[in-house]
Nanobody, 121 residues
């Protein structure tokens, strides 16, 4: 089992910055990637950014150039640095850890409890 604990959410003004962190505990063996997703009421959870243990990052088009994902492998922690935030970034942000699995569908996903980010205009 893997536990993910997020921190750093809150209220921020449009144009400002906010950073989130996610600390993972448990076995990280066969980790594929960690990342951040977000969800607003009535909509599907959407990808924000992911990063592999080797440092390869992937971003949603809506956050490219504004958000940066980073990690500290020694601490099993992933960060999301959010710059030039906009009201559309308001959502609950969830940390995710994806692992390889020998069982179908070949992946196992773990989620944090979520942290609210609210951007005021």
């Amino acid at each position: 089992q893997v536990q993910l604990v997020e921190s750093g959410g809150g209220l921020v003004q449009a144009g400002g910055s906010l950073s989130l962190s996610c600390a993972a505990s448990g076995s990280m063996f066969r980790l594929y990637a960690m990342g951040w997703y977000r969800q607003v009421p009535g909509k599907r959870r959407e990808l924000v950014a992911t990063i592999t243990p080797g440092g390869s990052a992937n971003y949603a088009d809506s956050v490219k150039g504004r958000f940066t994902i980073s990690q500290d492998n020694a601490k099993n922690t992933v960060y999301l640095h959010m710059n030039r935030v906009e009201p559309i970034d308001t959502a609950v942000y969830y940390c995710n850890a994806e692992f390889y699995s020998d069982l179908e569908p070949g992946r196992v996903w773990y989620w944090g409890q979520g942290t609210q980010v609210a951007v005021s205009s």
